[in-house]
Nanobody
Framework: QVQLVESGGGLVQAGGSLRLSCAVS????????MGWFRQAPGKEREFVAA????????IYADSVKGRFTISRDNAKNTVYLQMNSLKPEDTAVYYC?????????????????WGKGTLVMVSS
């Protein structure tokens, strides 16, 4: 059974940093993209960032460009999201996902697997 387990969420002051991790277990994937979405209270889930299998291609939502960095370690089946200069509007539950096609993350459709999420709260 495939499991995606996120960690690293918590409470941080505005301007601070957090690093999220998402570990995949239960299956050996090859040539798959990984990424992050978030859902704030009362809002729809939105795309945050995604990375190709090789790590050579990354895409970001405009709202996080220059502040967030996505990376991955295929040997550990893990994807990371380094979040700097956090803002109160970054408060949300952050979910990781796996899919064959990097561009699918932009619309958030047809993700093959989802994690259960980790809560990030940014105080002003």
């Amino acid at each position: 059974q495939v499991q995606l387990v996120e960690s690293g969420g918590g409470l941080v002051q505005a301007g601070g940093s957090l690093r999220l991790s998402c570990a995949v277990s239960g299956r050996t994937f090859s040539n798959y993209a990984m990424g992050w979405f978030r859902q704030a209270p009362g809002k729809e889930r939105e795309f945050v960032a995604a990375i190709s299998w090789s790590g050579g291609s990354t895409i970001y939502a405009d709202s996080v460009k220059g502040r967030f960095t996505i990376s991955r370690d295929n040997a550990k089946n893990t994807v990371y999201l380094q979040m700097n200069s956090l803002k109160p509007e970054d408060t949300a539950v952050y979910y990781c996902a796996v899919d064959d096609v990097l561009s699918d993350f932009l619309e958030g459709l047809g993700m093959d697997y989802w994690g259960k999420g980790t809560l990030v709260m940014v105080s002003s």
